[in-house]
């Protein structure tokens, strides 16, 4: 199994970007989420989606800001990142898992990463 994340960058606040991750190898409907580490702090959920209805599940911290969807036939998920802030600066990584995408420690299949960074 594979997921390739792409789409970070550096950005001013106020500003957007998309970050998608497409995952190969997935042998049937696993949830699909998107997480955040910071530099000296924690590993922590941003959002995720069933895969199947499309329920979606957001951390508080971007509720209203971000957007969490995806592509069934491109087996594609994407976040849609506006009203950037400094602190949403990190690493995000897109993950896979069999649970429910609320789950946090489900996660089984991890992507590599995409630097996000976000100035004032």
């Known amino acids: 199994v594979q997921l390739q994340a792409s789409g970070g960058g550096l950005v001013q606040a106020g500003g957007s970007l998309r970050l998608s991750c497409t995952a190969s190898?997935?042998?049937?409907?696993?949830?699909r989420g998107w997480f955040r580490q910071a530099p000296g702090k924690e590993r922590e959920f941003v959002a995720g989606?069933?895969?199947?209805?499309?329920?979606?599940f957001y951390a508080d911290s971007v509720k209203g800001r971000f957007t969490i969807s995806r592509d069934n036939a491109k087996d594609t998920v994407y976040l849609q990142m506006n009203n950037l802030k400094p602190e949403d600066t990190a690493v995000y990584y897109c993950?896979?898992?069999?649970?429910?995408?609320?789950?946090?420690?489900?996660?089984?299949?991890w992507g590599q990463g995409t630097q996000v960074t976000v100035s004032s």
């Open positions: 989606i069933t895969w199947s209805a499309g329920t979606t």
């Open positions: 993950a896979a898992s069999p649970l429910g995408p609320n789950i946090r420690d489900g996660y089984e299949y």
């Open positions: 190898g997935l042998t049937f409907s696993y949830a």
